[in-house]
């Protein structure tokens, strides 16, 4: 089953909830409202036809002057049939709220984690959703558009001085920054 053949199930079994399909470079993406993001997801993981088993990546994005502001990008992928096709859970800045699918694919738990530390995109119904690249006491989203590059100038980390003592003692344990 080609990925555009999917779209069109996809249609048929959501109808409205598909906002728009896209192809570009061999690739489709279709982009769906959040609130039916876990079972649409669940439609594609079980239907015998698509069968996709496999969550090669998910990630968020920011488009600050879209009106959903954010999207939660699903790379899915089909073992058995060969056939890939990304999905976008479009998630507007005033209800950054989406389903996890975490129970469908046990890894979107690690990217899902990484979206909401970086992004602030937080999973409905996820089993452990904190920091994981970020301080736990960090302040903000780094992969925000309206973060700022050099961090905001009235603020410093907390836990600066801490690592400063930390590595006070590289030069004598000869550690190369």
Known sequence: MEPIEIVARLREKFGSEILQ??????QVFVSVKKDRILDICKFLHDDPDTNMDFLADLC????????????????MYS??????LIVKGMVPENDIVI????SIWSTADWHEREACDMFGIVFAGHPDLRRILMPEDWEGYPLRKDYPLKGRKDWEYKGFEELKDLH???K???IQA
């Not at 399909?21 to 061999?26: E, P």
């Open 21 to 26: 399909d896209t192809q570009f470079r061999d």
């Open 60 to 75: 968020g994005v920011d488009y600050p002057d879209n009106e959903f502001r954010f999207e939660v990008i699903y790379n």
């Open 79 to 84: 073992m058995q049939h060969h056939h890939r």
């Open 99 to 102: 389903d996890s699918v975490e």
């Open 168 to 170: 006070s003692h590289d």
């Open 172 to 174: 004598e344990w000869n």
